[in-house]
């Protein structure tokens, strides 16, 4: 049987924090009652968003965004996809959305997904919640692969990758939707294999658990062993 770095491997069991606290930002997961919100940000900025990102479609109801919020904390509870939000740390506005995706837990490996408000881009917040969850994936979650896949053409999005030392591992057609073309997308595929150079961050509590001490993310280890022998 395979042996994971930290146990227990079983994915379902392992424990997260529940709010990550950057120099300026606060991520949290996406959980139940986040529908008004998501609708909010994403009716705001769908001309921006919806030429980018492929699963928008024009008549979403609040209802269906609540129904989305929902999914995701089911697969964050199932450790199959981390959805998060974006908030700043001074006014609590939501900015956008971060996620980590298509994980692999027997390599594992992962890749990481955003989008932004219009309102708030140009101010590097995106940056900073990615780098952000690509330190959290290697330092928490162990991923020894961790992924950024952007449309060719999108170059706001592959900039954030490159500012954030991933590395281009290859262009190829169709490893992406495409939203404006019928012909398949050309993709840029970033990789990182650790966490170096990446900010550290500052974590809060657990998901699962009501803790509220806050620990460096250079203690994250600290904190997910701890719970895991408290809970094995
Ligand atoms: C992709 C997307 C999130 C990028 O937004 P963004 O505002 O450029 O990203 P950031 O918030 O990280 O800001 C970076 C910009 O702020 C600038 N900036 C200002 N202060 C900064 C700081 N302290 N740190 C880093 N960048 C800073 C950067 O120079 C950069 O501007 P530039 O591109 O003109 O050089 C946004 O365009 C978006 O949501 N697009 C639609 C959805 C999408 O494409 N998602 C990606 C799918 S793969």
Not at 79 to 103: C, M, N, P, W, Y
Not at 108 to 124: I, M, R, T
Not at 187 to 210: C, K, M, P
Not at 214 to 228: A, E, F, I, Q
């Amino acid at each position: 049987m395979k042996q994971y770095l930290y146990k227990p491997s079983n994915p379902i069991l392992k424990n997260f924090p529940s709010t990550l606290k950057t120099r300026r930002l606060e991520i949290r997961p996406v959980r139940p009652g986040d529908g008004i919100c998501l609708y909010s940000l994403l009716s705001e900025n769908f001309d921006f968003l919806s030429k980018w990102v492929t699963w928008l479609n024009k008549s979403f109801s609040q209802d269906e965004c609540e129904v989305l919020c929902r999914q995701y904390y089911a697969d964050f509870i199932l450790r199959q996809g981390l959805h998060f939000l974006v908030f700043t740390k001074d006014t609590s506005t939501a900015i956008g959305s971060i996620s980590l995706s298509e994980i692999d837990w027997s390599i594992p490996k992962g890749s990481v997904g955003y989008w932004g408000a219009l309102n708030h881009s140009g101010n590097g917040y995106i940056t900073e919640a990615a780098g952000a969850i690509s330190r959290f994936a290697f330092d928490c979650l162990n991923i020894k692969r961790l992924t950024i896949l952007c449309d060719n053409r999108n170059r706001k999005s592959w900039k954030i990758a490159e500012r954030l030392g991933f590395s281009l591992e290859l262009q190829a057609k169709g490893l992406i939707d495409s939203v404006e073309s019928a012909d398949l997308c050309l993709t840029r595929q970033y990789v990182r294999w650790n966490a170096d150079g990446l900010e550290h961050f500052e974590t809060i509590g657990s998901d699962f658990f009501n803790d509220k001490h806050p620990l460096s993310s250079k203690n994250c280890h600290t904190l997910v062993d701890g719970y895991n022998r408290a809970t094995a």
